[in-house]
């Protein structure tokens, strides 16, 4: 895990923090729209606000969220990717909307390489799985056998196809060789409320969404997915520990550009992020809640590009070899 602030090196170098006034354009005049597709009160919005809040701050013009759910985020990413590339339209997501669902869509309104131009990566999330409070399993164990048993009532939540949350479902009742019911939502911020309702069984979701809800009591954590425990739930098991060996999986969440976006828009935004990044404060609030910050060299525009190709090149083959058909 990757905690420490290296942005103070990029800062001494006078690269990433050179000041914003000192950039030819005027660029930004007026707000800037970020789009989060998906809805408000989960963890893309999360960390969209907290990031955004900050680079605001450093462009000189309010970034104001905008939550496009529906359709496991692909209408949000689809407006984005065409909106004018002027700058004025910036998308938040994460991998699950631009490399995932690559293999689960017969066929996708946008190309995520094509479409869209990197800014820098916001951070990485740990999955943890969780139940309702009254399910009756007090471990991982109990869970995979209730669950098996259950296979005609069990019900999982997630944020439609391709997102997050269904990747993290979808490989775990793969590995659990079970067939349930799935639950779509517009975003895992409703799902979350359903879930502490009891409206239905599980759901795999990202760390920052669910850590609240389970130290206040209201869900239970049953395992993380994460080959390495989570420091803010020391006493859950990893999955891989708890009996699904080769368990894996953690979704990453960045900012992107229509393509043919300027390319000094591109610098200031990514200068933004950056500044956001090496921020004391912002970065305290989101390693709390688990968020694995990028490094100075992990923000650039170059290496979130190259991690969505990775991301491609991992997760598509997977789901394929899974046996999982796109729709
Ligand atoms: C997901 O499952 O893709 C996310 O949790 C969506 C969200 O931010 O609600």
């Known amino acids: ?127 943890v799985l969780v139940t309702k409070k009254d399910l009756p399993a007090k471990n991982f164990q109990e869970f995979l056998a209730y669950v098996k048993a259950n296979q005609k009532k069990a019900q999982y939540g997630m944020a439609g196809i391709g997102a997050a949350s269904h990747l993290g479902g979808l490989m775990l009742n793969n590995m659990m060789k079970v ?63 708890a009996g699904l060996k080769g368990y894996e999986v953690t979704i990453w969440n960045g900012f992107f550009v229509p393509k043919n976006t300027p390319k000094d828009v591109i610098t200031k935004l990514n200068q933004a992020l950056v500044a956001a990044l090496s921020d004391e404060k912002t970065r305290a609030r989101l390693i709390e809640q688990a968020v694995d910050l990028p490094t100075a060299k992990e923000a650039t525009p170059e290496a979130l590009r190259d991690q969505l190709k990775a991301s491609i090149d991992k997760w598509v083959p997977a789901i394929k070899a899974a046996g999982v058909q796109p729709q």
């Open 179 to 241: 067939d349930v019911l799935e639950i779509p939502y517009k975003g895992t911020g409703p799902a979350l409320n359903d879930l502490v309702s009891g409206q239905f069984d599980y759901m795999v979701d990202q760390a920052v969404n669910v850590l609240p809800q389970i130290q206040g009591g209201n869900i239970k954590a049953l395992g993380v997915s994460t080959l390495k425990r989570l420091p803010q739930l020391p006493d859950v098991p990893t999955i891989d520990e």
């Open 1 to 127: 895990m990757k905690r420490r602030n290296l942005f103070a090196t990029a800062a001494a170098a006078g690269l990433a923090l050179a000041p914003l006034g000192a950039m030819a354009q005027a660029y930004p005049t007026k707000p800037i729209t970020v789009i989060v597709p998906f809805a408000a009160g989960g963890p893309t919005d999360a960390l969209a606000r907290v990031l955004t809040a900050r680079m605001s701050e450093a462009l000189g013009q309010t970034m104001i969220v905008e939550n496009l759910g529906g359709a496991g985020g692909t209408i949000g990413v689809n407006k984005a990717a065409k909106a004018t590339p002027d700058g004025y339209t910036v998308l938040f997501t994460h991998m699950g909307t631009l490399a995932v669902n690559i293999a689960l869509y017969k066929t996708l309104p946008y190309d995520s390489q094509k479409d869209l131009e990197p800014i820098g990566l916001g951070g990485t999330n740990p999955m």
